[in-house]
């Protein structure tokens, strides 16, 4: 397991290991190597990883100093682990984006321009067209909400979300099968897209929590076969 992890996932634990600790030298390379879990191959390559960045300096014979520890761009996963075996979880996911996508809402209300409010009107115009020719509405129905959490300003949420929707396509396509659900909620979003574009808070997430419910109705009338 020391050689699977590589350089970059290292570079990232000791840059949250500089600023919790607070540290101005790096532990030496045999105990750092240690502590970490890696090769010293590995080790060394992140180490002038942060060299080149201008976080640390290495001394011959010294060790290495850290040099800078303002801005530091630090990575953090997002640990969801779905078993395909149990579609039950979808149900956990769905209320997760639930939450998500209303606070989405609320920020994009507050925050979005008014030609950002007219790109999310263009991506309620492909689904829409999309409903008018019987097309799989999965797709487009999906650029519509995503478009929401983008113009909501907040790239933290924005991340999470896309984390969120790409294990429920996972769990909604295998074992389900399910290509579309929640038709009944589509009509919805036109009502939905007004009242954002009105900066109606209390309309706009009552209409979403709407479709929700009937997303939610119609997962639970699928998984009654398991």
């Not at 879990?37 to 290495?64: D, F, H, M, Q």
């Not at 989405?104 to 409903?131: H, P, R, S, Y």
Request: glycine share 6%; proline share 3%; net charge positive.
């Amino acid at each position: 397991m020391r050689n699977q992890r590589t350089a970059i996932t290292v570079v990232n634990e000791l840059k949250k290991m500089i600023v919790e600790n607070k540290i101005k030298k790096l532990p030496g390379e045999p105990q750092l190597a240690e502590k970490l879990g890696v090769s010293r191959t590995v080790l060394r390559e992140a180490i002038k990883i942060l060299e080149y960045e201008g976080i640390v300096r290495s001394r011959r014979g010294s060790g290495t100093y850290v040099i800078n520890k303002k801005g530091l761009k630090i990575s953090f996963s997002v640990p969801i682990e779905i078993n395909t075996d149990n579609p039950k979880n979808i149900i956990d996911l769905l209320e997760v984006r639930r939450s998500l996508e209303e606070r989405a809402i609320v920020l994009a209300i507050d925050t979005a321009t008014d030609v950002e409010i007219g790109d999310l009107e263009e991506k309620l115009l492909i689904l829409e067209a999309t409903i008018s020719q019987g097309g799989n509405t999965s797709v487009p129905d999906y650029e519509f909400h995503r478009k929401i959490v983008e113009i909501s300003h907040n790239i933290f949420l924005s991340n999470v979300y896309k984390v969120v929707f790409s294990a429920l396509e996972v769990l909604w396509k295998s074992p389900l099968g399910i290509e579309s659900f929640g038709d009944d909620g589509l009509r919805l979003h036109r009502p939905l897209f007004e009242e954002i574009r009105k900066r109606n808070k209390r309309r706009a997430l009552s209409i979403y929590n709407k479709i929700m419910d009937i997303d939610m109705r119609d997962i639970r009338t699928y998984l009654k076969g398991y």
